[in-house]
């Protein structure tokens, strides 16, 4: 268990599983656009996130559901860097949701201390470059393509060993450009480029990415998987913000199975299942 938990280097360390909170920037993405599309709505949101018991606050500018087309630079700078920056001078641990190195850069120097890029390094190919010469942890996610066509890419014959072998090969291709291996964070990536038993297996054999032997993080929260679980009788599924009771049931099976950090929009509950699962691992 204590692989998938592990430290990473630059960061607090946490005896139980980590909260990521999220603020998404954007007016649309897919459980939560539109809501924090201010800066001020957005570093308030953030704050409050912090408050509830979320150990980092991650803050994204641009969606990723899918779909989603690509936001462009100018913009995504507009929307993240003052969040960014307003957050950290409040003493919240802040990450950065981004595939631009250009974003990366900038918020780091506003006070990010993570950068939590979804394409591992892929989209931007002066990413790696980037976070290497800032010396801060990068979390590594399975990816396959940019959201416009990523559902056409969820094919699959076995799909835990090829995300384990996916996410190893990107491991070995960030690390061999410099980034140092104690920074890493790999993300099973749920939702990008998987249907929902492929969403479903990865949370059933978290384990297997134990052989990675880096940190893990689990990012289920409201995802289309989870509506499809509560879907109704007619297979409609419970809008986006009707999920986060399944969702804080997905993070306490992944703080249960040693995850180092879960990604959720809401909090509370979640900070809840985290604490249950550390007092019942601290029972045994
Ligand atoms: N999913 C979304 C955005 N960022 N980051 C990581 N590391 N892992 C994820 O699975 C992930 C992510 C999807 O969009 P959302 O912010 O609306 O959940």
Known sequence: MSTLRGRVAGLPWWDRCAVMGVVNVTPDSF??????????????RGLDLADTGADLVDVGGESTRPGASRVDEAEELRRVIPVVRGLADEGVVVSVDTMRA??????????????????????????????????????????????????SRAVYGDV??????????RMDAVVAGGIDPERIVVDPGLGFAKEADHDLALVAHLQELRTLGRPLLVAASRKRFLGRVLAAEDGSPPPARERDAATAAVSAIAAREGAWAVRVHEVRATADAVRVARAVEGAQ
């Open 31 to 44: 459980s939560d656009g539109g809501r924090w599309f201010d800066t001020e709505a957005a570093v308030k």
């Open 102 to 151: 250009s974003v990366a850069e900038r918020a780091v120097a506003a006070g990010a201390v993570l950068v939590n890029d979804v394409s591992g390094g892929l989209a931007d190919p002066a990413m790696v470059p980037v976070v290497a010469a800032a010396r801060v942890p990068f979390v590594v996610m399975h990816w396959r393509g940019f959201s416009q066509d990523m559902n």
């Open 160 to 169: 835990v060993a090829e995300v384990v072998s996916e996410l190893r090969a």
